[in-house]
């Protein structure tokens, strides 16, 4: 899955604040992804995240 840096990812289950859309701030083994509404910053691996990923929006 080509995901970089700088992208909106929408994901599946949403965050406890209710939005389910972050900012994609690290790629590699793991992605860091930050919440668009309240902030909170998640490392998550990346087999899970791809799993959850419903729509990738390009920051060109």
């Known amino acids: 899955m080509d995901v970089r840096i700088g992208d909106i990812i929408t994901v599946k289950k949403q965050h406890p604040c209710g939005n389910k859309d972050f900012l994609v701030l690290r790629v590699g083994m793991d992605f860091k992804i930050k919440c668009q509404?309240?902030?909170?910053?998640?490392?998550?691996?990346?087999?899970?995240?791809?799993?959850?990923?419903?729509?990738?929006?390009?920051?060109?």
Do not use: A, L, W
């Open 37 to 60: 509404k309240c902030g909170r910053e998640i490392m998550i691996p990346r087999n899970k995240i791809e799993k959850r990923i419903r729509k990738i929006v390009r920051s060109d």
